[in-house]
């Protein structure tokens, strides 16, 4: 007997292939009703939770619901890093500082003349915010400052003097900057009009009348620039008086030849949140600023605030160092030398400070720390900078002012 696929009828072969096809058409149509009827059931019922069970049931899946950003995107929470004026990292334009974190195998960490170890008091760095009280309930100082209208206008006016009455714009500049009437930009552009005044008037030897913050002299018989720096009028290094008169060779000056000298005493104010060094000569009650330098600080807040001395014998040209972590000595001239060309070693007068030792001001062989967070708690400042200070901070009258 053949079979019905050996017959050759074309009959039951046709009617073997529907029977086939009929069955699958029925079990999908079951299927799209069943898929209706529940996805109508799921529309009336909605999602209760945000959590999706997939069939495993040691796993899930997130089902974003809410397409709003969590947490602070403020712009202006305060974890800014633009540093004003084009310098890199520090403080944000709003006037707040820069939080660099410090690597924990201590990368970032270079050690400071021998002495003391700094003592970091805290283990973070402050991290300023939109408020402007502490949890103290004290103002904050690295809270954004507002310039008020009339500070505005009073800084464009000095602007505009810059030119045409230069020791007037000078005075009015320095007021607004040592008594915080700017806000953070403000600020920048008034220390870098003040720098520019600067090397006008004082780093020149050109003299303007009626100036009270320099005098003209005339070397007498017997007399050197060491001798004239240690006049007891005259509260500068030597190094200042070849700088500003611009003598090449100080071993060749002659006979009545006239030098201008500086008058009065030099001081220091550390902006911590602003990352600078304000240089200000005091002549009685007149203070000017001569430059304004950005600087680098201590890692993790280490550098202390307060009032400072240049500690006594503690100015040093090109010294010689001993890296007290590591025991690595580096000689005089050594370009790899962290300390650089120069150090004035400080020491705290306020009674929140004054047990404070190991904290200077000196040069750095690392010019990417500049406004940066990177130092064991000393001052760093460039190489022509740094010079610049320490001709003119001396151990008698100077004094060093670092705010937070």
């Not at 209208?149 to 009073?154: K, P, V």
């Not at 050109?206 to 005098?215: E, L, S, T």
Request: net charge negative; aromatic share 6%.
């Amino acid at each position: 007997m053949a079979l019905a696929s050996q017959s050759g009828s074309p009959v039951s072969r046709r009617n073997m292939y529907r029977r086939r096809r009929r069955r699958p058409g029925r079990f999908i149509a079951f299927l799209v009703i069943v898929t209706i009827l529940g996805g109508t059931w799921y529309m009336w019922s909605g999602p209760e939770d945000t959590m999706a069970t997939t069939s495993d049931p040691g796993s899930t899946t997130d089902l974003t619901l809410d397409l709003e950003p969590t947490g602070n995107t403020d712009p202006n929470d305060g974890r800014g890093s633009t540093f004003e004026s084009g310098r890199i990292g520090g403080s944000a334009n709003t006037g707040s500082s820069t939080a660099n974190t410090e690597l924990a195998d201590g990368s970032f960490i270079t050690s400071e003349p021998e002495g003391n170890t700094p003592t970091e008091a805290s283990t973070t760095a402050p991290t300023p915010g939109s408020g402007t009280t502490t949890s103290a309930g004290e103002p904050d100082p690295m809270a954004p400052v507002e310039t008020t209208n009339a500070a505005s206008e009073q800084l464009l006016g000095a602007l505009t003097m810059v030119e045409t009455d230069p020791m007037e714009a000078r005075r009015q500049l320095s007021d607004l900057v040592m008594e915080g009437m700017l806000g953070s930009n403000d600020r920048a552009a008034a220390r870098a009009a003040l720098t520019r005044l600067g090397a006008d008037l004082f780093y020149t030897p050109n003299m303007m009348p009626g100036d009270p913050f320099v005098r003209r002299y005339l070397i007498q018989g017997g007399d050197s620039l060491d001798r004239i720096a240690r006049q007891s009028d005259v509260h500068v290094e030597w190094g200042m008086i070849q700088d500003i008169n611009m003598i090449r060779d100080p071993a060749r000056i002659r006979l009545g030849q006239a030098l201008k000298l500086p008058v009065g005493v030099f001081h220091a104010h550390v902006s911590k949140s602003d990352f600078t060094l304000d240089l200000y000569l005091s002549n009685g009650e007149d203070e000017v600023i001569i430059a304004s330098y950005p600087v680098g600080l201590g890692a993790l807040n280490g550098t202390p605030t307060g009032r400072f001395k240049v500690r006594s014998n503690s100015k040093l040209k090109n010294p010689q160092w001993k890296n007290p972590r590591t025991g690595e000595f580096f000689l005089p001239d050594d370009p790899s030398n962290p300390i650089g060309e120069r150090w004035i070693g400080l020491q705290g007068i306020d009674p929140s400070n004054e047990g404070l030792l190991g904290y200077g001001i000196h040069g750095t062989v690392e010019p990417d720390s500049i406004g940066a967070n990177q130092s064991m708690g000393c001052i760093r400042l460039l190489g022509p900078d740094v010079e610049r200070v320490y001709d003119a901070l001396t151990t008698e009258g100077s004094m060093i002012t670092i705010s937070p």
